[in-house]
């Protein structure tokens, strides 16, 4: 997972974790932040050897926190035979490097951890891109470390290594010029998933997109409703790659869904930067579809981070549909009564066992007929064309040729309201 500067691979498969209680967050929320990246940790696959929780009342510029505690957590975390120390507040490069000087250990942080797992998650090409870029963006400033994930890059080019060059400036030019073909690469294919988008758009079928925190089921309704078999686990970030799923919906309604990738709190920014093409999915979408896991404690701050990613997308004022999922696993009603009086027009589903997935059709087709108009046409004969690209438009509920005119009754959506009102009766 890890390799050093002489080259030898040191496999690292066991890590002790370090949470951080700052003035500005509550004891419960502090756990709960420190039991998350248990999660993460879990993901990425290695095994949590113990724990700690360190009070935070000032940072510590070389360590972040104090020297006295950073030695306690590495004598703590070499009693537990840890192989890794993972701490849950961002380190600066210096701070990374000073820790591990320090301990003799592999130290990341909760950013490095969501990273890793991208990387061993992302298939698609764009996916792969895009954690690339991310990595690398994140990797430049610490070619310094003892610990890194960017191998030695042995030969080049005839004359591109000046004489007396140092192997941290040869390897700092790479990963710049990385950089740049990354990017160039990730507009490539963005133009691609573009024409996607543009292809959805003209077929007309009404686009939701499915949003929410990690774990919280997306995937797992979207095999639901649509009878697909989009890969899930029951672990964070099992999709990374959206996947659109054609579904069908009471009175013959069709409907796209797209699944994106989840969100976490802390999602570093060059992740967030990197696939906002495929978080734009929602930005596109005609409604949203947001997904909530309904028994777990942090359900609140889950509703709050997804939120806050959305208005950095200019997706915020977009039309909803709220999601409890997991009813099955919440045995506690006053909790229930309590979301429910925050949102009233949630609604409280089961993909499990399928409990108010017959609700949930039901409230997609209303959200759809609120962005559609039913119309009544008398359409001119000659004229063909209308007849066809109202089919495919929209739905048509009813057609009656006359000798004097064809008469149509449509439900369009609202956007073609204006282009066929002439001919409303």
């Not at 797209?258 to 709190?265: A, F, K, Q, Y």
């Amino acid at each position: 997972m890890f390799d050093t500067e002489t080259r030898d691979e040191k496999l690292v498969t066991s890590a002790f974790l370090v949470g951080i209680k700052a003035p500005t967050i509550g004891n419960d929320e502090a756990y709960e932040h420190l039991s998350e990246l248990g999660e993460l940790v879990d993901t990425m696959g290695l095994t949590v050897t113990g724990n700690c929780m360190v009070n935070l009342r000032s940072m510590n510029s070389r360590y972040y926190i104090g020297s006295g505690k950073a030695e306690e957590i590495t004598l703590q975390a070499q009693q537990n035979k840890a192989e890794c120390i993972i701490v849950d507040f961002e380190l600066s490069p210096s701070q990374q490097r000073n820790w591990e000087k320090q301990s003799g250990l592999c130290v990341i942080d909760r950013r490095e951890v969501i990273l890793d797992i991208f990387a061993a998650r992302a298939t698609t090409r764009e996916a792969v891109i895009q954690v690339s870029l991310a990595r690398m963006l994140y990797s430049l400033p610490r070619l310094k470390r003892a610990w890194t994930h960017l191998s030695r890059q042995q030969g080049g080019m005839k004359g591109t290594r000046g004489e007396g060059e140092k192997q941290l400036e040869v390897d700092r030019r790479l990963v710049l010029s990385r950089i740049t073909q990354l990017k160039k690469e990730l507009k490539e294919v963005s133009k691609h998933r573009n024409v996607q988008r543009a292809k959805r758009e003209n077929n007309s079928i009404p686009l939701a997109a499915i949003v929410g925190y990690t774990n919280a089921g997306k995937s797992s309704l979207l095999n639901l409703l649509s009878g697909a078999n989009v890969f899930v686990e029951d672990k964070l970030f099992a999709t990374l790659d959206p996947t659109t799923r054609l579904v069908s919906l009471p009175e013959k309604q069709k409907i796209l869904l797209t699944d994106t990738v989840g969100l976490i709190r802390k999602l570093p920014h060059n992740l967030v930067e990197a696939f906002k093409s495929t978080l734009e999915e929602a930005l596109v979408a005609d409604f949203i579809i947001h997904v909530l896991d309904i028994s777990n404690q942090s359900v609140e701050q889950h509703w709050e981070t997804t939120v806050s990613l959305l208005k950095e997308l200019n997706a915020q004022d977009k039309p909803s549909v709220v999601v409890y999922n997991k009813v099955d696993n919440l045995d506690n009603p006053v909790v229930k009564a309590r979301l429910r009086a925050l949102k009233p027009d949630a609604l409280f589903i089961s993909v499990k066992t399928g409990e108010g997935i017959d609700l949930l059709k039901a409230k997609l087709l209303k959200q759809l007929n609120t962005d559609t108009e039913l119309m009544h046409l008398k359409l001119p004969h000659g004229n063909y064309e209308i007849p066809a690209t109202l089919y495919k438009l929209g739905k048509v509920v009813a057609a009656q040729y006359e000798e004097e005119a064809t008469y149509i009754t449509a439900r369009l959506p609202k956007k073609y309201v204006k282009t066929y009102s002439k001919y409303s009766i």
